[in-house]
């Protein structure tokens, strides 16, 4: 059984006539002679006001309540569909999580899916049935709705794929593809064809906004290729795929930044074990996140500097926090939020040595000075003052041919 998932975002289905253009890309696989399973999102915008009522009802809404709440946007959405291709002459029908059901574990707002139930779906399919699927619900094992959390709907495509072993898991989106960096920043981005799992996540982690960190991450563990394409326009998107399917000799694939950071340095910390611990515990338990962290050798043995990055929305919780903290001495406290970060990415730079010098003396070629640095096998991030963002963005994306 050829069995093909597609998934629907919010924009796809944001309307009636969003609504009719779906239900064309659906009939058009089914033409194909393939078994169509569809997982659709709420209606762009439906989520965010759900979210708003719970607000304005408490504002410590229970999280189940949460839960039962903002899952009736997919279902709103689920039923125009099917309503739709009922009316073409399909046989279709909506199902919701319990209605599988799509079991998760973990708690209610984010939520794991660890189990689908086939039986009904495999059975409908062999009749020529079409589920349209609500994204981003299950149930849990008391029987109430939960939630997948951000990416939702993506994952729950996903698992989908997983359990039904389709050949091929399709998210629609209001994008193309995923771009070598924002079009929005630069005009000359170029769509990636193929990229890797790896890739992908470190993109998505570090601000490409196409899908959720968690959703790849689904993917990548269950070697699932999913392909990224727009609903609007028939032409190809950006696959998703493992290593072994990349091109050898690409070393970049692409770029990120960010403008959401804020810069914290402690000076004058006492250069001992657990001093890093005690400043980042507190922070930790208070949900902020993170990210860059760079600790100055110590020129007497006695003192050094420790820096590190944030969102620059929790800078104001951070500053309390460490003010508060009477367990950290310090001799004084910097706080920069005209900083920005901006990354490479790309299996090609395990194999190609120079990649940090070339990174490196073109943004000194650009007068751009590095404030702070952090690395992995397959990325490089450099914080720099924000206002040179722009000109990093472009002269990094000509250095690695990105442009071409």
Known sequence: MKIVVLKFGGTSVGSIEKIRNVSNIIQSYKKKGNKVIVVSSAMSGVTNDLIKKSRMISKSFSDAEYDVLVASGEQIACSLIAGRLIDKGYRSRSWLAWQIPILTTGHHKNSRINQINKKEIIKYLKKGGIPIIAGFQGINNEKRITTIGRGGSDASAIMLSKFFKAKRCIIYTDVEGVYTTDPNKLYNAKKIKVISYEEMLEMASLGAKVMQPVS????????????????????????????????SNRIITGITSTMNDAKVTLVGVKDKPGVAASIFKPLSKNLINVDMVVQNISA???????????????????????????????????????????????????????????MFQKLADNKINILVISTSEIKISVLIEKKNISKALKALHKEFGLDK
């Open 216 to 247: 790849i991450q689904d993917a990548r563990l269950n070697r699932i290729d999913v392909e990224v394409k727009s609903s609007f326009k028939k032409n190809s998107g950006t696959l998703i795929t493992k290593k072994s399917k990349i091109s």
């Open 300 to 358: 007497n043995g006695k003192e050094t500097d420790l820096t590190f990055t944030i969102k620059r929305d929790d800078l104001k919780k951070t500053k309390k926090i460490i003010l508060d903290n009477k367990n950290i001495i310090y001799r004084d406290l910097k706080f920069d939020k005209e900083v920005s970060k901006i990354s490479i990415i790309g299996v090609g730079m395990v194999t190609t040595p120079g990649v940090t010098f070339r």
